[in-house]
């Protein structure tokens, strides 16, 4: 199995990507963290794993000391950690001239403070180890500007992130990578107006929206060695929608 005994830490695995991210690899032969701030839907979702493969772990990214404790817990229970997948993310509908500070802490603390304490914390543990696959999700919205300015800045900076932090790490023979999806059908996208969804559609060359599955199948290629020279990339998985 392509995945076999790899330890694969997923955040956000409440719903959505993150949900089915975890079941990929599960389904691969990986033992699982499933990673989310919301307990019943981390129950949720250890529902749908192996009992003896996986386990829940209620967690918020935007806290650094909740993510310390979420990685020893990890490396607790399977000793070690080779893979992590960024997933966790908020969005917010905001006009520019309308966006409260709150909206703007609240966005950037989860999409890009978050992702930076999940960095850190998995590559000192995947550093000791000497090898190590680390993950982030950006958005398509941070490509095309379409999208809240919380949203997009925090998005791109996930991109200057990876691209950073991929240098100092490769010496450890830690790879970092994003994925960029596209409009993607998930609880995220439920409350765009359909009117908007089908404008997105539209644009979209291949015709559909993303599904969690698509993002799960690169996430799986950039976890194992298919990709073993592929560090610092952004890889948009958004059916032609827009270029890096
Ligand atoms: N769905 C899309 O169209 C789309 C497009 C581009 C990028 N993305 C990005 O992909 C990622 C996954 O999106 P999705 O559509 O599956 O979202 P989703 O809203 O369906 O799921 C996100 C999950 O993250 C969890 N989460 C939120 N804040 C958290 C925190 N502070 N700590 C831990 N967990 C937290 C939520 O509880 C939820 O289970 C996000 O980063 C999102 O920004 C989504």
Redesign the pocket.
């Known amino acids: 199995m392509k995945h076999h005994d790899q330890v694969v830490l997923v955040?956000?695995?409440?719903?959505?990507?993150?949900?089915e991210i975890v079941q990929h690899f599960a389904k691969a032969g990986a033992w699982v963290a499933a990673?989310?701030?919301?307990a019943d839907?981390v129950n949720e979702t250890i529902s749908l794993l192996p009992d003896d493969k996986a386990i829940g772990l209620i967690?918020?990214?935007?806290d650094s000391t909740s993510v310390k404790e979420a990685i020893a817990k990890v490396v607790a229970k399977f000793g070690r950690l080779d893979v992590i997948v960024n997933?966790?993310?908020?969005?917010s509908f905001d006009t520019f001239l309308e966006t409260p500070d709150e909206h703007w802490d609240k966005v950037m603390s989860?999409?890009l403070n978050?992702t930076f304490y999940c960095c850190r914390e998995a590559a000192k543990v995947m550093a000791k180890q000497g090898s190590g696959s680390i993950i982030n999700?950006?958005?398509?919205?941070a490509l095309t500007g379409e999208g809240p300015s919380h949203?997009c800045s925090s998005?791109a900076g996930v991109m200057g992130l990876t691209r950073s932090i991929s240098r100092e790490l490769a010496s450890h023979g830690i790879r970092v990578n994003t994925i960029?999806?596209?409009?993607?059908?998930?609880?995220?996208?439920a409350d765009v107006p359909d009117e908007w969804t089908q404008k997105m559609i539209a644009d979209i060359p291949l015709g559909r929206?993303?599904e969690?599955i698509d993002?799960a199948k690169v996430a799986s290629f950039l976890a194992c060695d298919d990709s073993g020279f592929i560090t610092g990339q952004n890889i948009a998985v958004n059916g032609g929608m827009a270029f890096i």
Not at 87 to 91: E, K, L, M, R, S
């Open positions: 955040t956000g695995a409440g719903q959505g990507m993150g949900q990673l989310d701030i919301n839907a967690a918020n990214i935007a997933c966790a993310g908020v969005g989860v999409n978050g999700i950006s958005s398509t919205a949203y998005k960029i999806p596209g409009p993607t059908n998930t609880p995220m996208m929206m993303g969690s993002i």
